[in-house]
T-cell receptor
Framework: DTAVSQTPKYLVTQMGNDKSIKCEQNLGHDTMYWYKQDSKKFLKIMFSYNNKELIINETVPNRFSPKSPDKAHLNLHINSLELGDSAVYFC?????????????FGPGTRLTVT | GNSVTQMEGPVTLSEEAFLTINCTYTATGYPSLFWYVQYPGEGLQLLLKATKADDKGSNKGFEATYRKETTSFHLEKGSVQVSDSAVYFCALDDRDDKIIFGKGTRLHILP
């Protein structure tokens, strides 16, 4: 069974469109994340939710809005897509609390804005 | 704030060569340290971790030792294989529900 899944795997769209990426984890984790990875492989954290509550909101354009309907799901909605939004977006989850709990990553969604 | 610095790549080695990827960190307290690996077209997966000073994490022939005195967590492997070609990320637990990742080091292994 896939621990952290994302859909779609590839997303090609035009500038100005609105799109969503979905993420689900079946690990029973309380904390979920969205990361953006650019072409140089640099990972930037965007958001973190703990039990449906937003706890990390890095400097991200407000065109990006996360939504967590329940603790197993964290979706990312992007309005008015721009060329610079092209990247790979990763969802991740982690057990609650601090310590040696690693993050589990999804396979990524490659977003291409034309 | 907390940060992780790792050597820039790409690193290109021949099969069976010895590998070292350097990683140093800046942190208050005693963070847990991780190495993640990202194979082409995939997400990141945990390679190994260490939770306290002098701990050695190991997996798949890779090792890293938590050195508090030098604030380092260098990744080593005695004999690399073509299948080890990937991007490697050093990371620390920020103890604030966040993991701080380094910029990644791309590794190419030539047959």
């Amino acid at each position: 069974d896939t621990a952290v899944s994302q859909t779609p795997k590839y997303l090609v769209t035009q500038m100005g469109n609105d799109k969503s990426i979905k993420c689900e984890q079946n690990l029973g984790h309380d904390t979920m994340y969205w990361y953006k990875q650019d072409s140089k492989k640099f990972l930037k954290i965007m958001f973190s939710y703990n039990n449906k509550e937003l706890i990390i909101n890095e400097t991200v354009p407000n065109r990006f809005s996360p939504k967590s309907p329940d603790k197993a799901h964290l979706n990312l909605h992007i309005n008015s897509l721009e060329l610079g939004d092209s990247a790979v977006y990763f969802c991740a989850s982690r057990a609650a609390g601090t310590g040696s709990y690693e993050q589990y990553f999804g396979p990524g969604t490659r977003l291409t804005v034309t | 704030g907390n940060s992780v610095t790792q050597m820039e790549g790409p690193v290109t080695l021949s099969e069976e060569a010895f590998l070292t990827i350097n990683c140093t960190y800046t942190a208050t307290g005693y963070p847990s340290l991780f190495w993640y690996v990202q194979y082409p077209g995939e997400g990141l997966q945990l390679l190994l971790k260490a939770t306290k000073a002098d701990d050695k994490g190991s997996n798949k022939g890779f090792e890293a030792t938590y050195r508090k005195e030098t604030t380092s967590f260098h990744l080593e492997k005695g004999s690399v294989q073509v299948s080890d070609s990937a991007v490697y990320f050093c990371a620390l637990d920020d103890r604030d529900d966040k993991i701080i990742f380094g910029k990644g080091t791309r590794l190419h292994i030539l047959p």
